[in-house]
C-alpha cells in the first residue's frame, strides 16, 4: 500500500482516480429539466379566506387547466393596504418540455389602473380582446416576456398575467367564475 501513496508515481495514481471519479460523477449527473418536480399546492382554502375577509365579488378557477400545476398562492397587502390575492400556476409541458408561469391577481386597490400597471409591468394596452363573453384588456411588456390580460369590474380588479403564451393566459381566464360569499 505504501508504494501507492509515495512518491511521484502515488500521487500521479491518486490524480488519476480523482479524475475517473469526477468524470463518473459528471457523465452520471441529471442534465436538463427532464423529469423536473413541481410541487402542486392546494390553493381552495387561500381563496375561501379571501372571500371572507373582502367585500367584493372574488373570482378564481372553475377547474384547473389540464396538465396545469397549482403551485403558488398568497394573500397580501397592497399598495394601498388593502388585501390582493394571487395564484399562480405552471402551465401544461408546451413542444420544447418547458412549463411557463402564468398567475391570478386579484384586488380592489385603487386607482385600479396603477394597480393593474403595477401587477402588468406596463400601462401600454394593445387592445381589448374577448374571453368567454367578457372583455379583458391585454398589455405586454417584451423585456421581462411578461403578457397580462386585465379586466376591471365593479369593486375589484381581476390580472392573469405571466410569461405563458396568449392562449395559455386565455384558457386560465376563461377557467374563472365567481365565487359564492360564505354563509358563515
Avoid at 457523465?27 to 423529469?35: F, L, M, W
Avoid at 392546494?42 to 396538465?67: C, F, G, L, M, Q
Avoid at 380592489?108 to 403595477?118: D, G, L
Avoid at 411588456?141 to 397580462?148: C, I, L
Wanted: charged share 20%; proline share 7%.
Amino acid at each position: 500500500m505504501r508504494r501507492f501513496t509515495q512518491g511521484f508515481y502515488g500521487y500521479a495514481f491518486a490524480l488519476l482516480v480523482c479524475m475517473a471519479l469526477a468524470v463518473i460523477i459528471v457523465v452520471s449527473a441529471p442534465t436538463g429539466r427532464q423529469g423536473q418536480h413541481v410541487p402542486r399546492l392546494d390553493y381552495t382554502i387561500t381563496v375561501a379566506n379571501y372571500n371572507r375577509s373582502v367585500p367584493h365579488e372574488v373570482w378564481s378557477p372553475a377547474k384547473d387547466p389540464a396538465d396545469w400545476i397549482p403551485n403558488s398562492n398568497r394573500i397580501a397587502k397592497g399598495a394601498d393596504g388593502s388585501s390582493v390575492l394571487s395564484v399562480g400556476y405552471a402551465t401544461a409541458p408546451d413542444a420544447e418540455d418547458e412549463r411557463h408561469h402564468a398567475m391570478i391577481v386579484q384586488g380592489a386597490e385603487k386607482p385600479a389602473a396603477a394597480f393593474a400597471s403595477r401587477i402588468a409591468n406596463s400601462d401600454k394596452s394593445l387592445g381589448a380582446v374577448q374571453i368567454a363573453g367578457a372583455s379583458w384588456e391585454k398589455r405586454f411588456r417584451e423585456d421581462k416576456n411578461q403578457r397580462t390580460l386585465v379586466r376591471f369590474l365593479p369593486g375589484t380588479t381581476v390580472i392573469v398575467t405571466g410569461t405563458a403564451d396568449w392562449p395559455d393566459l386565455t384558457t386560465l381566464a376563461a377557467t374563472l367564475k365567481p365565487q359564492p360569499k360564505p354563509t358563515n
